[in-house]
């Protein structure tokens, strides 16, 4: 984008302004419960890729992304385990990120070519309608260069990237203000790879219960 150009603060009256922009190859940082994002479409290589430098983040670390739900997982994701779906009609929307294998769909970029896809689906209105309005999942690491604190408000994203992206969503404080919790489901036996707004032990005990 031009880097002189002010980053739009959308309002919650504009996600489809703000999908829009998403289609398009811009980068729009987006709320949900946990912290803020800066999202892109995840079928977007070369914009997943501005955000890596945007964040200056390591190429070798997959980002996760944002769904609606289990219907477009499905459509990213193959060779999916029954208990994904429990865990999801359990625990989504909300700050569940389930790692599952891939479908080769998103760019290699969005993996970090680990053959695995990280999907969340936000515990937040606005981010859901985008989500739906873009018709496409939304790569999404958190609002903050790699190393600093996530940003919580849209102002604090634009602290970080005013000028530096298309838009930023207002959907006021993020309610939980950490991060989601990580459960790879690629193996026999599920692992916890970050623990966050669910804990651990709470996820794997409900895991067992088959």
């Known amino acids: 984008m031009n880097p002189?150009?002010?980053?739009?603060?959308?309002?919650?009256?504009?996600?489809?302004?703000?999908?829009?922009?998403?289609?398009?190859?811009?980068?729009?940082a987006v709320p949900t419960e946990t912290v803020y994002g800066i999202a892109a479409s995840a079928e977007d290589g070369v914009a997943v890729q501005m955000i890596y430098d945007l964040k200056d983040r390591d190429y070798d670390k997959p980002v996760s992304v944002l769904v609606t739900g289990m219907d477009m997982v499905e459509k990213y994701c193959q060779n999916i385990p029954p208990v994904a779906y429990r865990l999801a009609e359990k625990y989504w929307p909300g700050p569940l990120t389930m790692i599952l294998e891939d479908r080769e769909v998103v760019p290699a970029m969005v993996t970090a070519d680990t053959?695995?896809?990280?999907?969340?689906c936000p515990d937040h209105p606005l981010t859901l309608a985008i989500?739906?309005?873009?018709?496409?999942?939304?790569?999404?690491?958190?609002?903050?260069?790699?190393?600093?604190?996530?940003?919580?408000?849209?102002?604090?994203?634009?602290?970080?990237?005013?000028?530096?992206i298309e838009g930023v969503v207002d959907g006021g404080p993020c309610a939980?203000?950490?991060?989601?919790?990580?459960?790879?489901?690629?193996?026999?036996?599920?692992?916890?790879?970050?623990?966050?707004?669910?804990?651990?032990?709470?996820?794997?005990?409900?895991?067992?219960?088959?």
């Open 4 to 28: 002189f150009m002010e980053t739009r603060k959308y309002t919650m009256e504009e996600t489809e302004q703000a999908a829009s922009m998403l289609r398009k190859g811009g980068l729009v």
């Open 131 to 164: 989500i739906e309005k873009a018709g496409v999942p939304l790569a999404a690491p958190s609002a903050n260069p790699s190393g600093d604190e996530p940003a919580k408000t849209a102002q604090e994203v634009l602290d970080y990237f005013n000028r530096k």
């Open 176 to 210: 939980m203000g950490v991060a989601s919790t990580i459960l790879d489901l690629t193996e026999e036996e599920p692992k916890v790879l970050r623990e966050g707004g669910i804990p651990a032990g709470e996820l794997l005990a409900f895991v067992k219960e088959g």
């Open 115 to 120: 053959g695995t896809l990280g999907v969340r």
